[in-house]
């Protein structure tokens, strides 16, 4: 038999680590919930104004990625002034055209934008040098006669400061979290990219506190073996993931992940009996393309 390309992603290694048939769900026949969260699409606003100022300050725009596209179509567009002009203000702007296409409140947008401006204002003097925004790219996890596993990875920033070189994400949220090292996206980013640290940047949206405590940067560190012992523990993942790709329709159910993190968002399938789960699917969720991490990146770097 040829050898068999599989791509894996930070997403893909969270879900089937908690359960097989959520990763038949989500990832293979690709069934979500009818309702986009909030708090995903007020994130996305967020990265997509910090993608358009970080690009635009540090001369890094990259026209083919699916922000600048749509910004610079000539249509439907919203494309820079010419000459000089604001390249905080021109991103606020982008966010409200950005924001016409999202399912947000008026409130919610307005949030967003005021949170974005106090961010840019208080990294005013941002002593690290970005070198890429929104990258993207791919590493072989692992490889034998039967697999190559590829993994996949979009960062969100990439910048120097001194000796140090990171990858960078940018986590929104309106409640104060702690940051654990502990992350497949985060080590898989420090991996990924051969580097040894990751800064989490961390945008409150907490009305009643002051921007310092809002705005942190959480800087992770990871030595060597801890990388090793990651890919060690992803490739036993990645190859029960290539196992139930053989058997879709024959996946186990992890009972204890049904109540984690808010409860699952198929719990009611999985509640419902099986001859009736075609039937909660058709009325409580939309079916749409299978989650790829391939065609993901391909539309990072389009």
């Not at 000459?83 to 021109?90: I, N, P, R, S, T």
């Amino acid at each position: 038999m040829p050898q068999r390309i599989i791509t894996m992603d930070s997403q893909i290694l969270n879900t089937i680590s908690l359960c097989e048939r959520r990763t038949k769900y989500a990832v293979i026949d690709g069934i979500k919930p009818e309702q986009t969260g909030e708090a995903l699409e007020r994130g996305d606003l967020m990265h997509k104004m910090l993608e358009v100022y970080e690009s635009q300050r540090c001369n890094l725009v990259d026209v083919n990625s699916p922000t600048w596209m749509q910004l610079l179509d000539e249509t439907n567009g919203m494309r820079p002034p010419e000459g000089d002009f604001d390249v905080k203000e021109y991103a606020i702007s982008a966010g409200r055209f950005f924001a016409t296409k999202m399912d947000l409140a008026p409130e919610e947008i307005e949030e967003v934008i005021r949170n974005f401006n106090e961010y840019v204002d208080f990294y005013k003097d941002d002593p690290w040098e970005t070198l890429a925004v929104e990258s993207v790219g791919s590493k072989i996890l692992y490889e034998n006669e039967d697999y190559k596993f590829l993994y996949t990875f979009k960062i969100d920033r990439f910048a120097k400061r001194d000796q140090i070189m990171a990858p960078w994400d940018y986590k929104t949220s309106k409640r104060r979290q702690e940051t654990s090292s502990l992350s497949n996206q985060f080590i898989g980013y420090a991996w990924a990219t051969d580097s040894n640290y990751v800064i989490v940047d961390k945008i409150g949206f907490q009305k009643t506190l002051k921007a310092a405590e809002r705005f942190q940067r959480i800087f992770l560190s990871y030595d060597q073996e801890r990388l090793s012992e990651w890919q060690g523990q992803a490739i036993r993942w990645a190859l029960i993931y290539a196992g139930m790709l053989t058997r879709p329709d024959d996946t186990l159910m992890n009972l204890t992940s049904c109540d984690k993190y808010g409860g699952c968002v198929y719990k009611r399938i999985c509640e419902s009996s099986p001859s009736a789960r075609n039937w909660i699917i058709e009325r409580d969720y939309k079916v749409g393309e299978k989650w790829d991490p391939a065609r993901e990146l391909e539309k990072g770097a389009a």
